[in-house]
């Protein structure tokens, strides 16, 4: 069964203390790795997408990385703005629905 | 360039009656997708639309329906409601459908909470 796990469930760093966030996946034939960043009250607004072990996308102090059964999230010198819900997601097989983790939820105090 | 556009964000209801969600996809995008979200459940999978057909259905009782106009907007509803009900709705559209690996991007979601 296709599965999708984030750890920790919650993360406290102190702004400018850098962290990595993990998403460990099974699924049967990856079509994409997506990271998402949720807001309290908001829907999900879309990061990142990887397809290949190896590869690696940045934005801001956000940088994605994607092996064969995990992906990392790394946050580089944080500041409070960071303070969200990371979801990571996969399509499940052939159904075209995407699996979502329970989500990282991160605060970043000043 | 407008993202996905849900109506409405916020609505209470009461046991017994229905819902209707409506979803604007992103200009150009075909497919359209449902989620609820709960605290407890997370981000569950309702159903997606590619060319007013639906593809892919999850897990939820029948009271849980959709359907998607020749424009690609789309609407779900949810008859005979349960307190159960409660939670985030997100809609999300991508240019085709989500098992070829495109990008898909959320609404800002309708809030449905039943009393």
């Known amino acids: 069964e296709d599965q999708v796990t984030q750890s920790p469930e919650a993360l406290r760093l102190q702004e400018g203390e850098s962290s990595s966030l993990n998403c460990s996946y099974t699924v049967s034939g990856l079509r994409g790795l997506f990271w998402y960043r949720q807001d309290p009250g908001k829907g999900p607004e879309f990061l990142f997408t990887?397809?290949?072990a190896g590869e690696e996308k940045e934005k801001e102090r956000l940088k994605a990385t994607l092996t064969k059964k995990e992906s990392f999230l790394h946050i580089t010198a944080p500041k409070p703005e960071d303070s969200a819900t990371y979801l990571c997601?996969?399509?499940?097989?052939?159904?075209?629905?995407?699996?979502f983790g329970q989500g990282t939820t991160l605060q970043v105090k000043p | 360039k407008a993202g996905v556009t849900q109506t409405p964000r916020y609505l209470i209801k009461t046991r017994g009656q229905q819902v209707t969600l409506s979803c604007s996809p992103i200009s150009g995008h075909r497919s359209v997708s449902w989620y609820q979200q709960t605290p407890g459940q997370g981000l569950q999978f309702l159903f997606e639309y590619f060319s007013e057909t639906q593809r892919n259905k999850g897990n939820f009782p029948g009271r849980f329906s959709g359907r998607q106009f020749s424009n690609s907007r789309s609407e779900m509803n949810v008859s005979t409601l349960e307190l159960g009900d409660s939670a985030l709705y997100l809609c999300?559209?991508?240019?085709?459908?989500?098992?070829?690996?495109?990008?898909?991007?959320f609404g800002e979601g309708s809030w449905l909470t039943v009393v």
């Open positions: 999300a559209s991508s240019p085709g459908t989500a098992n070829t690996g495109n990008t898909i991007y």
């Open positions: 997601a996969v399509p499940s097989g052939n159904t075209g629905k995407l699996i």
């Open positions: 990887l397809y290949s």
